[in-house]
């Protein structure tokens, strides 16, 4: 028995050494088959994801010298829950940032990204599958409220055309709007006045 653990063990290694060296950071994007178009796995869930508009970014934008990863850390997440960090990445045209939690069998899981928009203000932001935009406010600052089957957005204005994303997505949380807006109120004060 001994050898063939040892056996499984090797293989394992191999075929994840050869999966992930599949996963380079030389080519963005995930592999499709050919003809098909691309999804994200939040489309493919039904969980809302930060809006897919191409940001093409601006210049004189009070959010272009903000880096998403900075703007959250695993400790102010502890009360949520346990996460792990993630590294910088482009969604949608934003530059972004994610936290998550391992989802195994039978447990509860969640994901917290940040998606920050140069050029899109709260006043751009879309509804989720017919839902409905909420305005409001979180202190001074302009938000709109995004929901969603199995998430929620909370849109952060920083000026009139530009916005932070704050997004949780997962089935942890009965208000999923709630928490991820007291999420928000964690990231608000990070943010400059636009």
Not at 106 to 123: L, M, P
Not at 133 to 161: F, H, K, N, Y
Request: hydrophobic share 35%; aromatic share 4%; glycine share 14%.
């Amino acid at each position: 028995m001994r050898h063939k653990i040892s056996r499984f063990s090797a293989v394992a290694v191999v075929l994840s050494v050869v999966l992930l060296s599949a996963c380079s950071g030389e080519e963005p994007g995930e592999a499709q088959p050919a003809g098909t178009e691309p999804s994200t796995a939040a489309e493919s869930s039904g969980a809302p994801s930060v809006s897919d508009s191409v940001d093409s970014g601006d210049g004189d934008a009070p959010t272009v010298g903000l880096d998403p990863c900075s703007l959250l850390s695993p400790e102010e997440l502890s009360e949520f829950g346990q996460v792990d960090s993630a590294g910088p990445e482009s969604t949608g045209g934003a530059r972004a940032c994610s936290w998550q939690t391992g989802v195994e069998a039978g447990n509860d899981g969640f994901a917290v990204g940040i998606a920050i928009r140069d050029s899109q203000g709260v006043k751009d932001a879309e509804p989720i599958e017919g839902n409905p935009v909420r305005a409001g406010s979180i202190g001074d600052r302009e938000v709109a409220q995004m929901p969603g089957p199995g998430g929620c957005i909370v849109a952060l204005g920083v000026g009139e055309t530009s916005r932070v994303d704050v997004t949780l997505n997962g089935f942890k949380f009965d208000d999923m709007c709630g928490t991820v807006s007291e999420i928000a109120e964690i990231v608000e004060p990070k943010l400059p006045k636009g």
